[in-house]
Nanobody, 124 residues
Framework: QVELVESGGGLVQAGGSLRLSCATSGRTYDMGWFRQAPGKEREFVGAINWTGDRTYYTDFVKGRFTISRDNAKNTMYLQMNSLKPEDTAVYYC????????????????????WGQGTQVTVSS
């Protein structure tokens, strides 16, 4: 069993930036970020393949968010720029335990491991 721990959340003003981290306790393959706003379902934000050279984003974060990973540190990152109040949510990282050629996994059921989440609040 691999554990995932998110960090880096907090309160930021609109237009500001935050960087979230997701530390894993072991090796994982493709990873992703999801978020859940109050009263809404959890939604996909973006994904990264296991080597870290390919990423995929949902439309509402393209150009603002960047996913990266450092496998030597067993850590994935989510750099969030130009934050908007509608980005307010609990952000979750997720990881797959199986290798796959494709990495654009957008469904919650595609992932085997989940973190506990970190709160991001963007004030207007």
């Amino acid at each position: 069993q691999v554990e995932l721990v998110e960090s880096g959340g907090g309160l930021v003003q609109a237009g500001g930036s935050l960087r979230l981290s997701c530390a894993t306790s072991g090796r994982t393959y493709d990873m992703g970020w999801f978020r859940q706003a109050p009263g809404k379902e959890r939604e996909f934000v973006g994904a990264i393949n296991w080597t870290g050279d390919r990423t995929y984003y949902t439309d509402f974060v393209k150009g603002r968010f960047t996913i990266s990973r450092d496998n030597a540190k067993n850590t994935m990152y989510l750099q969030m720029n130009s934050l908007k109040p509608e980005d307010t949510a609990v952000y979750y990282c997720a990881a797959r335990r199986r290798f796959s050629i494709q990495y654009q996994y957008t469904g919650q059921g595609d992932y085997d491991y989940w973190g506990q989440g970190t709160q991001v609040t963007v004030s207007s």
